[in-house]
């Protein structure tokens, strides 16, 4: 006699897609979308994105960011910054044969009393002497500490992913070395993550979002090529089937007329 065949439950009838989004400073733009039972078994996710898909920024497309739900609206779940990293192909193409690599490693606080980890990376072009490394390392750690623990944490972000904290650093340390590369290689949070800002209503989500939309339809115009490496502006030819041949000037014009081909069109 056949045994009776048993019900099988369906796991995933019940569940309910909820969208990730990005905390206000990247406009809350849709990160991810992931299942669940329940709001509640959303809250605590971790999502990781390369920085360029929400700045629109090729050039940012060495940090990977960290974002940890904090709270869920309906159908929205909303993140909280939860560190970043460089990848690691980027940091082994920085460090060549006879370049030296300064890592630091430290721990402040910012204005809004969050507690971070930092780990900054200095590349300088020669060898240097155990003594230059130690310098480099303290001034980096006192620059750092004394810039970021007066801003928040939102505003220390910027400072970092738009290159200022960086090029202010490589200034500074000119009296000592001279730095081919100053990176903010990791960040970790030693505090819980927490949102930067009450999230918005639906329909102010909407309007952000369609705000943000349009901004992206004009992204590829205002591009800055010529803050580009020769790779990565070979790597955006190859997206669009041109030639990657020829000296970075050429590399540029051909995107260029790319650009003012598609604008006529």
């Known amino acids: 006699m056949a045994k009776p065949q048993r019900k099988t439950k369906d796991r995933w009838k019940g569940k309910a897609w909820y969208s990730l989004h990005a905390p206000a400073m990247f406009n809350y733009a849709v990160m991810a979308w992931t299942p669940a039972d329940s709001p509640e078994a959303v809250t605590?996710?971790?999502?990781e994105i390369s920085l360029d898909r929400l700045s629109g920024d090729f050039a940012q497309k060495n940090y990977i960011v960290r974002f940890r739900v904090g709270e869920v609206r309906g159908p929205n779940a909303f993140t909280a910054f939860d560190g970043h990293r460089l990848t690691s192909d980027y940091k082994r193409a920085l460090t060549r044969r006879r370049n030296t690599r300064v890592?630091?490693?430290?721990?402040l606080t910012t204005a809004d009393d969050v507690r971070l980890r930092l780990k900054p990376m200095l590349v300088v072009d020669n060898r240097i002497r155990g003594s230059q490394e130690k310098l480099l390392r303290a001034r980096t750690t006192a620059l750092v500490s004394e810039t970021l623990s007066g801003l928040s944490l939102a505003e220390g972000l910027k400072r970092i992913y738009s290159g200022e904290l960086?090029?202010?650093l490589a200034k500074e340390l000119r009296i000592i070395y001279l730095t081919r590369r100053v990176e903010i290689a990791k960040i970790e949070l030693l505090s819980p993550a927490v949102l930067m800002d009450v999230p918005p209503s639906e329909e102010e989500l909407e309007r952000i979002l369609a705000g943000e939309e349009?901004?992206?339809d004009e992204a590829?115009?205002?591009i800055d090529y010529e803050s580009l490496t020769v790779p990565e502006l070979k790597e955006l030819l190859k997206a669009q089937g041109l030639p990657v041949s020829g000296r970075k000037a050429d590399l540029i014009e051909r995107l260029s007329s790319a650009g003012s081909n598609e604008e006529e069109e």
């Open 166 to 168: 960086a090029r202010e």
């Open 220 to 222: 590829d115009a205002k």
């Open 44 to 47: 605590g996710r971790v999502a």
């Open 103 to 107: 890592d630091c490693n430290f721990i």
């Open 214 to 216: 349009a901004e992206d």
